[in-house]
């Protein structure tokens, strides 16, 4: 991959009723081109409507993928990514970082009625993970827009080392900075 196709990496912290969601545009060099924030709602169903409009306040034409940590930030606050892709006209890959059986259960716990089937109906919407081999790490991804040998390529050009993508490496220490100074800066929020 050529060292300046670029990325829009997404990533949350949280510990208010409202995540902190931060952008941060990485090309493959590793070079950090620019950052964007925002907010969802914890337990909400905001998250894809957020991050689509992220990509929008960038106004970014040479971000050519767009990463995501996870596909339910924010306590399963789901993600379409068929939706995004469609609002970014960009291939769209959710990165998680564990194994798992999945989100149903937890999203069935957690939920009930309405807020439950509309969750578990984004979801199950959603391509299957497919493992993918870091280095000495791995990754599950899905993918929208690219097949999934390309996805792979995608995530392993963007990981230097460790298992994390650098677009969602700088996402989440973005995030976390920005959640923290929310906190600081505006105590009321931090409640």
């Not at 998250?47 to 970014?60: E, G, H, I, P």
């Not at 800066?185 to 409640?191: C, I, N, T, Y």
Request: net charge negative.
């Amino acid at each position: 991959m050529k060292a300046g196709v670029r990325a829009l990496g997404v990533a949350e912290s949280y510990r208010t009723q409202t995540s902190t969601l931060a952008g941060a545009v990485v090309r493959a060099s590793r070079v950090v081109d620019d950052f964007v924030f925002g907010t969802c709602t914890v337990g909400g169903t905001d998250a894809t409507a957020t991050v689509s409009t992220l990509f929008d306040r960038l106004d970014r034409p040479d971000v050519q993928y767009v990463l995501v940590a996870g596909i339910a930030p924010a306590w399963f606050n789901v993600v379409d990514l068929h939706a995004l892709a469609d609002a970014t006209d960009r291939p769209v890959l959710a990165v998680s970082f564990e194994e798992s059986d999945g989100l149903t259960d937890s999203i069935r716990e957690a939920f009930d009625g309405r807020a439950a089937k509309r969750r578990l109906a984004t979801y199950r919407a959603q391509p299957d993970r497919q493992r993918v081999s870091v280095g000495d790490d791995t990754v599950f991804v899905r993918s929208v827009g690219v097949p999934d040998d390309e996805a792979a390529e995608v995530v392993r050009a963007f990981t230097p080392t460790g298992g994390r993508p650098e677009p969602l490496r700088v996402a989440r220490l973005a995030a976390r900075a920005a959640d923290q100074f929310r906190r600081d800066r505006l105590p009321d929020e931090g409640q």
